[in-house]
Structure formats: C-alpha cells, structure tokens
C-alpha cells in the first residue's frame, strides 16, 4: 500500500474508532458490537506500525498507555485553576448569594442566574487543546502550575484527543474537568488487590487520584477512568455563560454531567441541593455536594476572585458523615511557630471512607467548651470531608471514669515555658531552640509550596536534628555525605538523592523564599503579592513597615509581621546563613523605573476582544500598574469591554475614568514605546 492511500485509510479508521469510542464511553449507546470495534482497532494499530511516519498523538491506538516516566515534569496554566469556598448550610448558601449581590452594587431583590452542578469526588485536571487537539493534561497542583499527567489521560476513554468540530474551538483552550472511578469499577480494583495480597484503596477518590499518577500509564489504562467536563476557559470563547458552555463541551465530543440545571435564583440551587442530597446515592459515582456558579461569564469576570478562591462560584457540601467512638488520650504537639496543639488520639474509626485515628482539638478553649475529657465517648467527622474533628462528647454514655485534660504550661517537647500571650487563644513555646520546632520549621522550609526539596521528609528531618546536624534551616546546605551514611536508612544513593535536591532548591523564586522563611500571616498568596512588589530580595529585607503598608492585598496585620521579622536579630542572621551557602531566590520581573503605568490602578469589566483579563492584567503590570477587582475613588482607570454590566454603571456614579478596550491598548503601547 503506497503512503498515500494508508494516509486515506487511516484518518477514515481514526474518524470511526473515535466516534464508536463516543457512542460507547460518552452516550452510553454503542451502534457495533465489541468485536467489530476490536477489528478496527486493530486495522488502525497494524497501518501505523507500517507506517510510522503517520503516527500522531490524537490517534486513538494511544491510549493504551506509553513508556514508563521517571518522573512527572510541571506545566503552568493558562489560567488559574482556582478552588472552591464550601457552604455547609443554606444559611451560607444565601449569604453567597448576597455577596455576590453587594460587590455587583445590586438590590437584594434582584435575581441571579446560577448553574448548579453535582460535585464530583474525583481528582481535578486540567486538559489544554491546540486547534482541537489534545496537548497536555495536568493536575491543579498550586492551581498556578500542575503536574504533567498527559499519557496517563490519554488513556481515559471518554476523553476525546481529538474535538468534534475543532472549528468551534479554535485557537488555545483550557477544559477542566473531573477524573473520577465508578463504584462498580472501584469494587473491581479492590477485589484484584485483595486477591493480589496488595492494600486496598479507602475511597473512590482515593484510587482515582493514585491511578492518574502513575508513572506508568499502562496501570492508569487498566483502571477505567473516567471523565466529566466541567469548564471552559479561553482568550476568545464563542459562549458567554456557563450553561451554554457545558452545551459546547458536549458538542466537541466532551462527556458532561447531565444532571445540571440553570437556576433562577438562590432558592432553586437550594432546591437542587435537596433534590440531590436524596438522591446521590442512586449514582453509579461518588458525589459530595453541589457547586453553584453564577451563569454569566461577564457576571464572572466581574466579581473576580478572592486569594485563590472565584467569588462567583460555591461548592455546597453534603453533611458529613458523623461516628462515635473512644478518645483514649490527648496529646500536645508543637509547631513551627511554637504554638501547641492538642490531639486527640482515638480508637481507628472509619469516617468517610478512611481510617481516622487522631482528631484535632485546636486549643485549651476548644476542649473547654467542647467538655471533652480523656476517656469519653465522641462523635468525630471530617469538616470538609478532609480534617477530622471532634464535634463533641456523648455526655449521657459517662461513666464517671473520664479525666478533663489539664493544658501544660511547659513545653512537651523541650521543657521550656508555654506562654499564653494576651488576647491570643494558643499556647506557645518560647524556646527557638526547641527541637520540635525546628523539625517542624525544617518540613516547611522543604515543603513543596516552599522550597521544595525532595526527599526530606519527617523521618529524614527527625534523623538529621537527633544526630545534631541541622540546627536550622541554612545547616541543610553544609551537610556532608560522609555525615550522612552514618543515618540510619541512609545509603549512599539515598545521601547523594537528598545533597542533589538540597542543591537544586538553591535558585528558587523569591516568592517560594519568602514563603518558606515562615512568617506569620504570609502564605503562598501574599508571598507572590511582596515578591512581585519588591522584585528581588535585597528590595524585600530593605522595605520598612510604611512601605509594606502601602503594597495593595497588605494590611496592617501582615505588615507589621513581615517587618517584627525582618527587623529580629535572629532571623537576620539565618537570612544571611542561607545566602552565604549559596541560596540565591530568582527576582520577580519588576516594571522598570519611570514605568509608565507607575502607581496607577485598573479595573477591568466587560469582556474584552483582543486579549484575555489575564494578559491584561500581565500588561499593566509589565508597565509598572496593579490591577484591582474593587471599584472605589482610590481607582485610576476602569476598562471597560463588550457587556460591561454593573461595575460600569458604578464606574460612572464614582466618576472614574472609563477607558475603551482599544484606549487601554494605546495608552501601553505609546507609554511603552516613549
């Protein structure tokens, strides 16, 4: 057969196996039997391996899993891949909806349109197209950047590598979407593991996320993922609400949820919640609540975000599942900062789908007002589905052999004093020296949000503070091999792994720097606002409070923080321990001096045209401006695109300037180019 008529006959092969593998695994509505689509299948496979040079990564034959990885690599997203604030009761349900009312400046009696959605328990990707075809596929990881899973998802049947009707989408897309098991399928796998001798996996979720990070795909082929999509994000969509986009998403071939409903009203999301609280456990998959988003993506795009978190879009949790059983002790651990927490220690109880042994108590209040006492019986559930806590006693079951718990004054750990400073609800102990603090600051440092630093995990971290080692942070980059094949579990491989990744965490962003010094009040977030603010390090460690004070997104809380730690003699010279072994953040990209846009702050409304919010934003920015999604006085500039809805109308009533998408444009380019 020339190349040519293979060419032919091996696009009409992909045409057909990809919409029988969509009648099959997305309608559920098969046209041929099993065997006839195995004879295609196979045809398609015997004409590729002839002709090697017409393989292409949307053909179907490449879902049967590819060569082991050695290790997942990092892709950022197109766009931040937010998670969701949870509502645990109507009562929070309606208080969204009135947020979402106040920051739109519209009347309590105006009606919202919401998409109400189930929430899948699954594990969240997202999945990148290229005119049509797949390309990538990651997890949310930080929601910034995620961890490249593509061969692994090829392998999800229902998960089209190739759009329908890619015209429809042109261009780079962004589809989010929920990789879940079924229970039946779930029952399968453990039974196999059972069979095999191997653990079994606690919950759907759980076996679905361990199968879609595999480094060896052909494991995550034989689990029998599956997909739903959820979400559709691009510079240049052709739909404008989030019903019609789930409409879209199943137009190109996508397997969407069709349980959802557009709601008129806050009441009717209730109403769906209810509906479904009944009914979830007729499902063939786990379901744990129900996401409510506002339908209109200009709606959307005006109510922007908070931290990491959309204000346009809530997730309404199911109760959690509530156990009784024994709390046989409580013990006191302590943190990086100091603080001590108590921790109920109980009799394994499953909750959720997972064995639970220890609860959190929070504080010497909490046990008190709780009444919880060392011998009691107690209802436990995971707030969240996620942390388990003690909602409280079963009092009438006391036997009167119940001990109320006395809070230490000292320090469990080094003996020093615990002080409970005023005003503040947690113990702390006051020693740095304390070596369940400096454990504990070590984890953190090396945590992945941080520094990252492979194998350094608690027990490595206890063997190197026990032997005296580290004493402190920058001790991790004057280690020595010779010291540490003396460690237990500590070969010479394992040595060298852990002085190889000590070595590479040296060049990291100056936001992971900041963030992994662990001052209070700065998470990943805040650490991203101070690192773009100050642009490098030598900035930052310079900044007095008043300039701190000044940086939007920092109050005064967190600014104060940041200064009484900087301004510490102790954490000065730690600062400069790391940088003279050779610690070296990367500078944030800073506009230069005399930026055009110095100083002044834009508010973007409406959808605009030729670019996303996001590149918008990144070009103020570039210029030296910061962006904004609160309308005051304070705001130098409102841009506003096509359907600007009630930001605009408020812009005027403030009188602000309102620039054109097209205005914008020009007051960069010309600013830039002087």
């Known amino acids: 057969m020339s190349s040519e008529k293979a060419r032919q006959e091996i696009e009409?092969?992909?045409?057909?196996?990809?919409?029988?593998?969509?009648?099959?695994?997305?309608?559920?509505?098969?046209?041929?039997?099993?065997?006839?689509?195995?004879r295609l299948l196979r045809r398609l496979e015997e004409l590729e391996k002839q002709h090697p040079e017409l393989s292409s990564p949307d053909s179907p034959t490449q879902r049967v899993g590819a060569a082991p990885l050695e290790a997942f690599e990092t892709v950022s997203h197109l766009f931040s891949m937010l998670s969701l604030a949870n509502a645990f009761d109507a009562g929070e349900l309606l208080a969204f909806d009135q947020r979402v009312k106040n920051f739109l400046a519209l009347p309590k009696s105006e009606v919202i349109a919401y998409v109400a959605e189930l929430k899948i328990d699954g594990l969240a990707v997202c999945l990148r197209y290229q005119d049509g075809v797949l390309v990538s596929g990651a997890t949310r990881g930080d929601g910034l950047s995620g961890e490249d899973i593509t061969p692994n998802l090829r392998t999800v049947r229902s998960l089209p590598l190739r759009l329908f009707d890619g015209d429809k989408l042109p261009g780079v897309v962004e589809v989010r979407g929920e990789v879940y098991l079924?229970?039946?399928?779930?029952?399968?796998?453990?039974?196999?593991?059972?069979?095999?001798?191997?653990?079994?996996?606690?919950?759907?979720?759980?076996?679905?996320a361990g199968s879609v990070r595999q480094l060896d795909s052909k494991i995550t082929a034989s689990r029998r993922l599956d997909l739903f999509a959820y979400e559709l994000r691009g510079a240049s969509l052709p739909v404008r609400e989030q019903a019609a986009a789930l409409q879209l998403l199943k137009e190109c071939g996508f397997k969407v949820n069709p349980h959802w409903r557009l709601c008129h009203g806050i009441e009717e999301?209730?109403?769906?919640?209810?509906?479904?609280?009944?009914k979830g456990e007729e499902l063939d998959y786990e379901v744990d609540g129900v996401v409510a988003k506002v339908n209109?993506?200009?709606?959307?795009?005006?109510?922007?975000?908070?931290?990491?978190?959309?204000?346009?879009?809530?997730?309404?949790?199911?109760?959690?599942?509530?156990?009784?059983?024994?709390?046989r002790d409580i013990v006191v651990s302590v943190g990086r900062t100091g603080a001590l927490t108590p921790v109920a220690m109980l009799d394994p109880v499953e909750v959720s789908g997972s064995t639970v042994s220890r609860a959190t108590l929070h504080n010497e209040d909490e046990i008190a007002r709780k009444d919880v006492r060392i011998g009691d019986k107690v209802i436990v559930r995971k707030a969240g589905e996620v942390i388990p806590e003690i909602v409280g006693p079963v009092a009438a079951e006391r036997t009167g052999r119940e001990k109320p718990f006395i809070f230490p004054e000292t320090c469990p750990d080094c003996g020093g004093p615990a002080v409970r400073p005023e005003g503040e609800a947690v113990r702390r102990c006051e020693n740095p020296a304390c070596p369940a603090q400096i454990r504990q600051r070590i984890e953190f440092f090396a945590s992945r949000g941080a520094m990252d630093i492979d194998h350094l995990g608690p027990a490595?971290?206890?063997?190197?503070?026990?032997?005296?080692?580290?004493?402190?942070?920058?001790?991790?980059?004057?280690?020595?091999?010779?010291?540490?094949?003396?460690?237990?579990?500590?070969?010479?491989?394992?040595?060298?792994?852990?002085?190889?990744?000590i070595e590479r965490s040296k060049r990291r962003p100056l936001a992971r720097f900041i963030h992994a010094l662990g001052i209070r009040h700065v998470g990943d977030h805040v650490a991203e606002v101070l690192a773009s603010h100050f642009g490098n390090l030598e900035a930052f460690l310079a900044a007095d409070l008043e300039q701190s004070n000044q940086i939007h997104e920092i109050g005064d809380v967190i600014a104060q923080s940041v200064h009484a730690f900087l301004e510490d003699p102790r954490n000065k010279a730690l600062i400069k321990k790391l940088l003279s072994a050779g610690v070296e953040p990367i500078g944030a990209k800073r506009a230069a001096e005399g930026a055009p846009l110095a100083g002044k702050s834009f508010v973007f409304t409406g959808s605009l045209f030729s670019l996303t919010r996001d590149e918008a934003g990144e070009l103020v920015r570039a210029a030296g401006g910061r962006v904004t999604t609160t309308l005051s006085k304070g705001v130098d500039f409102v841009v506003a695109g096509e359907s600007p809805g009630s930001k605009y109308q408020k812009?005027?009533?403030?009188?602000?300037?309102?620039?054109?998408e097209e205005e914008f444009l020009d007051m960069v380019r010309g600013k830039v180019a002087e």
Request: charged share 30%; proline share 4%; no cysteine.
């Open 296 to 327: 209109s993506h200009v709606l959307q795009a005006d109510l922007g975000q908070v931290s990491r978190s959309p204000r346009w879009a809530i997730a309404y949790k199911f109760p959690a599942e509530e156990v009784v059983t024994y709390l």
């Open 460 to 501: 490595v971290v206890d063997s190197l503070v026990t032997a005296g080692l580290v004493q402190d942070v920058a001790d991790l980059y004057r280690l020595d091999k010779s010291e540490l094949v003396k460690l237990e579990r500590m070969a010479e491989k394992s040595a060298q792994n852990l002085l190889d990744a």
């Open 269 to 278: 999301v209730v109403g769906y919640y209810q509906q479904w609280q009944e």
């Open 651 to 660: 812009a005027l009533s403030l009188r602000l300037p309102v620039l054109t």
């Open 182 to 208: 079924s229970k039946d399928e779930f029952r399968r796998i453990n039974e196999e593991r059972e069979a095999a001798g191997e653990a079994l996996f606690a919950n759907p979720r759980n076996a679905a």
């Open 12 to 38: 009409e092969l992909r045409e057909k196996v990809n919409y029988h593998n969509y009648r099959y695994y997305v309608l559920d509505s098969p046209e041929i039997p099993d065997a006839e689509y195995d």
